[in-house]
């Protein structure tokens, strides 16, 4: 079960690349951020409404608790600023091989905190997956988009490196408390910092680009929602493990990159398919090692 729910997961988060590519190009990336987090919390606000009304504060009720969400959410939001701004300067076709190395990453982090132990296959996977890496850089440079000249590329990879964080972070999280309201707190917790960042902007005149409205931006809330609901439900099955559900996470590559070769004809498939081969045998490789 905890399996199918990844595989959900990653549909949703495929689709929630999309709608972030469309949302924030030619657009202001940090408000466009906070409508995100405004429109999760409304999304996830019953929960906390059902915790007020039992006259509690949820999560345990103690501020332990939500200090734990609170550094969630600082974690979480961190990672997405640096995501935002790669996502809209760089192609999909890059970005998201780029995020979908993420579980590399995990598979490390989970051996240093969980005590998982690597196999050869998983050895392999991650040896690969660095190939990948190399290769994006690569073509990225062909693009224009090289690791010496890019911040967008190193904001990918910044990125990337902090969604692991996150991830390794749920597992513990979520041997405490219920996956719906770590959900829901850490909405509202990163709607807040949000609006005082959009505040801090608007008084220092740092406000960027003009904000154009678009539907696309409610469909960042509603993928990427649905894809955490999934995701939470499945780490916290007793028997789910975080470096494996993590990698079919990173699956959702698959449509977004359908979507920048079909869509945005975007340049360099050729080599770019061949990069997203070799990361996607990486990936079976470390799902088949961690099975």
Not at 34 to 51: E, H, K, R
Not at 85 to 103: D, E, M, W
Not at 130 to 146: C, H, Q, W
Request: charged fraction near 10%.
């Amino acid at each position: 079960m905890w399996i199918l729910l990844a595989v959900c997961s990653a549909l949703g988060l495929g689709f929630y690349d999309i709608m972030k590519k469309l949302s924030v190009r030619d657009n202001n990336v940090p408000t466009v951020l906070f409508l995100n987090t405004l429109f999760g919390t409304l999304l996830m606000s019953p929960v906390i409404v059902m915790n007020l009304a039992h006259g509690g504060f949820g999560l345990n009720d103690t501020v332990y608790g939500h200090l734990q969400i609170m550094l969630k959410a600082v974690i979480v939001l961190s990672s997405w600023i640096l995501g935002y701004f790669s996502i809209k300067h760089l192609p999909l076709t890059i970005q998201g091989p780029v995020n979908a190395s993420r579980p590399v990453i995990v598979l490390v982090g989970a051996l240093l905190v969980f005590g998982e132990r690597l196999n050869l296959l998983q050895w392999l996977g991650i040896l690969l997956g660095f190939v990948s890496l190399f290769m994006i850089s690569r073509i990225g440079a062909a693009e224009g988009f090289s690791f010496r000249r890019s911040r967008w590329l190193w904001m990918s990879i910044g990125a990337t490196m902090l969604g692991a964080v996150s991830a390794l972070y749920d597992k513990y999280l979520l041997r405490s408390y219920a996956p719906l309201e770590v959900q829901a707190w850490y909405s509202l917790y990163q709607v807040l910092i949000m609006g005082v960042i959009l505040i801090v902007l608007a008084r220092s005149g740092a406000s960027g680009v003009r904000f154009r409205w678009r539907w696309s931006i409610l469909g960042i809330s509603l993928f990427l929602t649905g894809a955490d609901i999934a995701y939470f439900y499945s780490l916290s099955q007793p028997d789910s493990m975080i470096s494996v559900v993590s990698m079919i996470r990173r699956g959702s590559v698959l449509v977004s990159f359908a979507y920048g070769v079909i869509a945005l004809h975007e340049r360099h498939i050729r080599r770019k398919l061949i990069d997203l081969g070799i990361l996607l045998l990486s990936l079976l490789l470390l799902i088949l090692g961690s099975g």
